[in-house]
């Protein structure tokens, strides 16, 4: 089937605008990942959901930073008033079984976002 | 908290030869699942192969195997007879539950 897809492949924004990032995951997964991955910082862990619940939003850096998930499916992140330490390549990937420490994570593409 | 760490920022190898990546790890679980991703230049990450470290025998993915040294908790990844499209980046993963903590990565290039 499908694998896991995100939209927009690359966004540049100007400095201070919101920008939101989607991310489809495969059909049937229940968990789904936000990860962000700079030069600075590496590969961070962002949010996760279970569903359309995310308990745990710990890695989210700021308040300006946000994500939800509907109907179990799709799930969109969105920065406000960005920044330029937001550019990053951000990544979105989903499971089949969440909580389990052997559940795969099955990666999308990215978006890579620019902030001038 | 559990570290990935891979000291190897670069590799290079030739095509058809061997190139071993080294990964270690922290962790005070006795049981746990590690991970090999590779992310070429079109930025998915795609994995690689998975140890479970209750398994004595190591993991083996066609021309990918890895080293798991339990008690050195090292996870080293063999890549076999290289390749051209073997060239990406590498990451070692370890889930802490469902975050999965990463390496900083090895860049792998192959030369024809």
């Known amino acids: 089937g499908a694998g896991v897809s995100q939209s927009p492949s690359n966004k540049v924004t100007e400095k201070g605008k919101d920008v939101e990032l989607r991310c489809d995951p495969i059909?049937?997964?229940?968990?789904l990942y936000w990860y962000r991955q700079s030069l600075g910082q590496g590969l961070e862990f962002l949010i996760y959901f279970q569903g359309n619940s995310a308990p745990d939003k710990s890695g989210l850096p700021s308040d300006r930073f946000s994500a939800e998930r509907t109907g179990g499916s799709v799930s969109t992140l969105t920065i406000q008033r960005t920044q330029q330490e937001d550019s990053a390549v951000y990544l979105c990937?989903?499971?089949?079984?969440?909580?389990?420490?052997?559940?795969?994570?099955?990666f999308g593409p990215g978006t890579r976002l620019t902030v001038l | 908290a559990q570290t990935v760490t891979q000291s190897q920022p670069e590799m290079s190898v030739q095509e058809a030869e061997t190139v071993t990546l080294s990964c270690t790890y922290d962790t005070s679980e006795s049981d746990y699942y590690l991970f090999w991703y590779k992310q070429p230049p079109s930025r998915q990450m795609i994995l690689v192969i998975r140890?479970?470290?209750?398994?004595?025998q190591n993991a083996t993915e066609n021309r990918f195997s890895v080293n798991f040294q339990k008690a050195a908790k090292s996870f080293s990844l063999k890549i076999s007879d290289s390749q051209l499209g073997d060239a990406a980046m590498y990451f070692c993963a370890y889930p802490n539950d469902y975050k999965l903590s990463f390496g900083a990565g090895t860049t792998v290039t192959v030369r024809a």
């Open positions: 990937a989903s499971s089949l079984n969440p909580g389990g420490q052997g559940d795969t994570q099955y």
């Open positions: 059909s049937g997964h229940t968990a």
């Open positions: 140890q479970e470290a209750y398994k004595q």
